[in-house]
């Protein structure tokens, strides 16, 4: 079993920044899981956001590309979502995520491993 615990959601005005952190912990979870985040707005179906690949390689979304950047702390089994230049659509509860396949980090992650429970960013302008 993996657990992820998020931190950092809040409220800030357009323009401004946060940063996300999400800790995994669990006698299963290995630096080999790759790392990630996802978002769902309200009445809207879940996406993904960014991912942070065992690798060190690292993905994004077309719409957050320049503006939000994931960074992974394999030390400390963390990964972190700076994000710059929020904007009202940026509004969501974002979800943190780990699995052991890459490729589920892409659509609405309906087949990742581990979940974290959610933290919710609103944007307001």
Same mark, same amino acid.
């Given at each position: 079993q993996v657990q992820l615990v998020e931190s950092g959601g809040g409220l800030v005005q357009a323009? %401004?920044?946060? /940063?996300?952190?999400? &800790? !995994?912990?669990?006698?299963?979870?290995?630096?080999?899981?790759?790392?990630?985040?996802?978002?769902?707005?309200? %009445?809207?179906? /879940?996406?993904?956001? &960014? !991912?942070?690949m065992w690798n060190d390689a690292t993905r994004y979304t077309d719409s957050v590309k320049g503006r939000f950047t994931i960074f992974r702390d394999n030390a400390k089994n963390t990964i972190d979502l700076q994000m710059n230049s929020?904007?009202?659509?940026?509004?969501a509860v974002y979800y943190c995520a780990t699995s052991r396949r890459w490729d589920v980090f892409a659509g609405d992650g309906s087949q990742v491993d581990y979940w974290g429970q959610g933290t919710q960013v609103t944007v307001f302008s």
């Open positions: 323009g %401004g920044s946060l /940063r996300l952190s999400c &800790a !995994a912990s669990g006698r299963e979870f290995t630096t080999y899981y790759n790392m990630g985040w996802f978002r769902q707005a309200p %009445g809207k179906e /879940r996406e993904f956001v &960014a !991912a942070h929020l904007q009202p659509d940026d509004t």
